[in-house]
């Protein structure tokens, strides 16, 4: 009888902190501009209070962004869901999730470093538990073990 070969350590901690930045980070703005907008709050008053981007474009349009926030909350928990439960596309999801946040966070900085350092860190243990290891367990090499002959 055949054992299906279990997700690998670096899949779980990957997927974990894909769950964990799409529930802390992403998921609990979109909580905030619910909360704001059920209170009456206006974009105004935020954006004159709190500067939360450095780009003016984003700051103005902060109620927008919060609700974008959203999405990438939804696509990275689900990603990271998937990833946990072992599925392939839950790997490209999640891939694809880590590099659009990598390369958006040049534009959403302050905020924008916390995303990048946890989509980094995800992005490389998904891929040293994608291509770090052969099948006999030993590290891959970029270099050939066997050349052709000539």
């Not at 997927?15 to 709050?41: D, K």
């Not at 450095?54 to 974008?68: G, I, K, R, S």
Request: include cysteine.
């Amino acid at each position: 009888m055949s054992q299906q070969p279990r997700p690998t350590t670096e899949f779980r901690w990957a997927a974990g902190l894909l769950i964990a930045q799409g529930v802390l980070m992403e998921g609990l703005v979109v909580i905030g501009l619910a909360v704001l907008l059920a209170t009456g709050v206006t974009q105004d008053v935020i954006t004159r209070n709190a500067e939360i981007f450095a780009l003016d474009y984003l700051q103005d349009n902060l109620y927008l962004m919060m609700a974008m926030s959203g999405v990438f909350a939804a696509l990275r928990v689900i990603g990271g869901i998937a990833l946990w439960r072992d599925r392939l596309w839950g790997l490209a999801l999640s891939l694809v999730n880590c590099a659009v946040t990598l390369t958006l966070m040049i534009f959403l900085l302050p905020a924008g470093i916390a995303d990048g350092l946890l989509s980094g860190a995800a992005l490389v243990l998904i891929l040293h538990g994608w291509l770090g290891k052969d099948r006999d367990g030993r590290p891959r090499s970029i270099a050939r073990t066997n050349p052709r002959p000539r």
